[in-house]
């Protein structure tokens, strides 16, 4: 399975941006959002489940970003808005031949399959 994750850039405060993520290869259970900000962690951001579109997401993101799918192009998409400085990060699409229930989506070792990364900068 590829994952191809595109869509970074930079942007100001306040502005939006769209990552897509396509796998290739096999069709997927689950697709996951992470992003790793300088000298931290990676950390989850959003997921959601192909069959039924079940998400979850992080409480930072609440309310600002929202993900999506396509599955007839094996596509997720993660929308974000009201970006702030703190989004900065590179964000990395993940996979999983497994539809997790809710509880799991969140967790990096759900996903088998991971992207390349695309950078996102908030900046003004």
């Known amino acids: 399975v590829q994952l191809q994750a595109y869509g970074g850039g930079l942007v100001q405060p306040g502005a939006s941006l769209r990552l897509s993520c396509t796998a290739s290869?096999?069709?997927?259970?689950?697709c996951g959002w992470f992003r790793q900000a300088p000298g931290k962690e990676r950390e989850f951001v959003f997921a959601i489940r192909r069959s039924d579109g079940a998400t979850r997401y992080a409480d930072s993101v609440k309310g600002r970003f929202t993900i999506s799918r396509d599955n007839a192009k094996n596509t997720v998409y993660l929308q974000m808005n009201s970006l702030e400085p703190e989004d900065t990060a590179v964000y990395y699409c993940a996979a999983s031949s497994r539809t997790w229930n809710t509880g799991n989506l969140h967790r990096q070792n759900a996903y088998e399959f991971w992207g390349q990364g695309t950078q996102v900068t908030v900046s003004s």
């Open positions: 290869g096999r069709t997927l259970g689950s």
